[in-house]
């Protein structure tokens, strides 16, 4: 379940609409702090070069939205050489990815500089009109987020006099005014349409907890009512501690004098 | 107040020793996401550059604890070029370390190879006498999370034979096998101790978050009980809203239909 | 030409064997420090991502070789999350490699830790039978440096049982004591093989030095003898000038006191 | 000597004036690349955060000078969560600049958004008239290149009404419209007005030039002439090998066949 599938369940439950139990997956650390971050990062990265084998390495890289996944492409983009900017709705996010040192600026102005364009919102149209009208020729389109909606294709079809696929993936639309635009993978996600989707290295950390939760509801039965359950921080921490074994990494543990200490008020202050 | 703060407020909560309501200010976003990571980060740095005046490039740089703390003082070593190693007691925090790029090994191994260690766990004696046995001559050991109890003193001061103040913040301990280790800041938090602390342009966060909820608990008086409550969302988003204005930076705004598309769970699956 | 390239011509020059003049194009700043080290370095970690889709994240990555290519190689290495440790045989490289925040050790040390090897050295059996006995389970081998032989490929064989082919680009030797190591693309450039190689966007710089040159060969004519000239320093600049042009960046130029105070000595100081 | 002392000895001898034989150390890659970009790099920052503990996350950073010490500050500010833009002259190095990441532009342009300038060029009058007039209030500048005149401090104390110190190092500039400029270290030199200069660590290097050469013009006696000459190779790649040793650092050797190879244009190709 991804962040805009917990937010629906969650709406689900509010309206009564749920008929039984399900677990937040999505929340869990062991799955978005890995996932939605160093997953989509890479593959979402991975994609737009396999569509277009462009050069990354000073490229202006519009980032719309910095969530999780957000930050991954950020750091991503970032990491290959590119001047990322940072588009928002929320203050805090926003601050954020300007103290981690990218530009933040609203959409309508990164549209005129921008080479390159990815939403990650979860949200729809957040490419729109207003938008289209202000880009580079040959700026290229892709999204990273959510179903197909967050470019908004048909407000782009109604100002495209032609259309053409110029390579797999990549449609070009040449708008009346003779710009180009270049549309990635139809505006679907684009590290499923044109790679190979996130690496297995970070996907057994989600499919974990896929497992581990519905072996949980196997044994806790009929005690769950419908509603949208957080995952147990049991199998959360047992995720982690099997990925780094995984891994062979080996990692420190509290003596009892710290664990002592860390639930105590009256020593050190 | 700091994590540590919280933790014991929250015990005494546990126990009924509160005598008063307080909020729980580091854990609104608006202060640990950037007091913690960026203000940290800086001024540790700073504070171990000002005491010893090292080339920070390439040195093997130990952090210990990879709280918002930690992820703060481990990027800015990276941004000027040290080996950063992470150590750390719990396993998810662990794993992120190791895909932010950095070496994670228990404090034992990494202690044979770092050139520098610096504490940000909240805890006590995570430097220790098995630890000292196994640093490397010139090795330089700072705290910049917990009063002074994240490095055992007393354990180093019975493997010493002479102690003497080399520069201002920086005692060299000769130990019995002839190694020489150096202490800053008598093991406490080195930013204060050696530096300014935090820039004001971090700790205006802090500081409107201890306005806000004092002006905030002036308004709700005696519905106030003594319990440990969280920093109000609107107090939280209104400072990053302040800090963005009074940075020049503006940010999208949800358009009524992208705001419904969030609430429902009906159109677009 | 690539590095590999010159070398060859001016030991061919030396030698007397070379029949016709020569221009060492890779010599050109407007090539070496653009397709050598961001070129390379991004199509490489491409190549390697389309053979095996592995997480870049938290892996431990060796370039062998820290010149242009491996530069790139091992700052995109970086960019994507790995922890890069660099082989040398040059201090002056190594220094730089240090200092830059990686890892730098002998080959047989890193070949005990490695998750991915990539070779760029332009020389011969850079990893050997010695290495191939210390690899780690699972280990994935690349080249990006020169023809095949960096990776002594008959010795790999010497050692095998057994070899399939798991994924295009991808042949897993089974070795006598069960290991399992991985060769990609048979040891050719993999950013020729599994990729699309360098972006066009890199590769303009380049051709455009060969055009250029081709050009002023022509102009000069009988004038030029059996030789391996530098690239003249204004076709180098033009084509810098020219490449801005493209990307629509102005810079700077020196003001009339400027250019004075350049070349002279008697003033400020 | 630096970039501009050794532009300065070769102008005087091609006009004849130099009296004796200097080496150009600062030529030594032992010594730019480590001394002017490492050491550089780190102690401006340093400087200019104990002049006035700003934080650096987030600031808008205008790095004037793509030359080793600019790169070096670019990377150093990058790495503590500034947003860099470099300014240039030389297309070449504004090429290197945008894919590292940087944004380039005229520093007419930059004058109006920087937060932070750093004049790293080498020449006079970096910033002036035609600049001060756009800044914004409350701008920062530094100097870290060269002697004090590559910001035009006569042609900003002509705009100014008012000037008064208010902290160490930190000279504020009231201009007529009202507008603050801070000016620090008097434009000279900022990592020696308000920091220690360069980490030993690194001045080592630079140093071990200056002793060698000394000791092999002693060797050389009468054999050199009046005349700039480099540093014997063999200088410099000692002076690497030593500064290796001095960290505990082991790198490979060439085998024969290898030397053999690199040496040789008939196998392989």
Not at 232 to 237: L, M, N, Q, S
């Given at each position: 379940m991804?962040?805009?599938?917990v937010?629906?369940?969650?709406?689900?439950?509010?309206?009564?609409?749920?008929?039984?139990p399900l677990?937040?997956?999505n929340?869990?650390?062991?799955?978005?702090?890995?996932?939605?971050?160093?997953?989509?990062?890479?593959?979402t990265?991975?994609?737009?070069?396999?569509?277009?084998?462009?050069?990354?390495?000073?490229?202006?890289?519009?980032?719309?939205?910095?969530?999780?996944?957000?930050?991954?492409v950020?750091?991503?983009?970032?990491?290959?050489?590119?001047?990322?900017?940072?588009?928002?709705?929320?203050?805090i996010?926003a601050?954020e990815?300007?103290?981690?040192?990218y530009?933040v600026?609203?959409l309508?102005d990164?549209?005129?500089?921008g080479?390159?364009?990815?939403t990650?919102t979860?949200?729809?149209?957040?490419?729109?009109?207003?938008?289209?009208?202000?880009?580079?020729?040959?700026?290229?389109?892709?999204?990273?987020?959510?179903?197909?909606?967050e470019?908004?294709?048909?407000?782009?079809e109604?100002?495209?006099t032609?259309k053409?696929?110029?390579?797999p993936?990549?449609?070009?639309?040449?708008?009346?005014?003779?710009r180009?635009?270049?549309l990635?993978?139809?505006?679907?996600l684009?590290?499923?349409?044109?790679?190979?989707?996130?690496?297995a290295?970070?996907?057994?950390m989600?499919?974990?907890?896929?497992?581990?939760?519905?072996?949980?509801?196997?044994?806790?039965?009929k005690?769950?009512?419908?509603?949208?359950?957080?995952v147990?921080?049991?199998?959360?921490?047992e995720i982690?501690?099997?990925?780094?074994?995984?891994?062979?990494?080996?990692?420190?543990?509290?003596?009892?004098?710290?664990?002592?200490?860390?639930?105590?008020?009256?020593?050190g202050?």
């Open positions: 991804t962040t805009t599938g937010k629906r369940q969650k709406q689900m439950e509010k309206e009564g609409a749920l008929k039984y677990f937040a997956v929340e869990a650390d062991s799955k978005h702090l890995f996932d939605n971050r160093y997953g989509t990062g890479q593959s990265i991975d994609g737009i070069t396999r569509a277009t084998n462009i050069l990354w390495a000073g490229k202006r890289v519009i980032v719309c939205g910095y969530g999780w996944c957000g930050r991954g950020a750091l991503r983009a970032r990491g290959l050489g590119s001047h990322v900017i940072v588009t928002e709705v929320d203050a996010r601050l990815a300007v103290m981690d040192g530009e600026m609203p309508l990164a549209a005129k500089v080479d390159i364009f990815i990650l979860g949200d729809t149209s957040v490419i729109d009109k207003a938008h289209f009208e202000l880009l580079k020729d040959g700026a290229i389109l892709a999204n990273s987020g959510h179903f197909d909606v470019i908004n294709i048909s407000a782009l109604a100002l495209t032609a053409r696929r110029v390579r993936f990549v449609d070009e639309y040449t708008l009346a005014d003779g180009h635009l270049f990635l993978g139809e505006g679907r684009i590290n499923l349409a044109a790679a190979e989707g996130h690496p290295s970070v996907m057994d989600s499919f974990a907890n896929h497992a581990l939760c519905s072996e949980y509801m196997v044994k806790m039965g005690t769950l009512v419908p509603k949208v359950y957080s147990p921080k049991e199998i959360d921490w982690g501690r099997l990925k780094l074994l995984s891994m062979g990494i080996t990692i420190d543990t509290l003596t009892a004098e710290q664990k002592k200490y860390l639930e105590s008020w009256k020593s202050t």
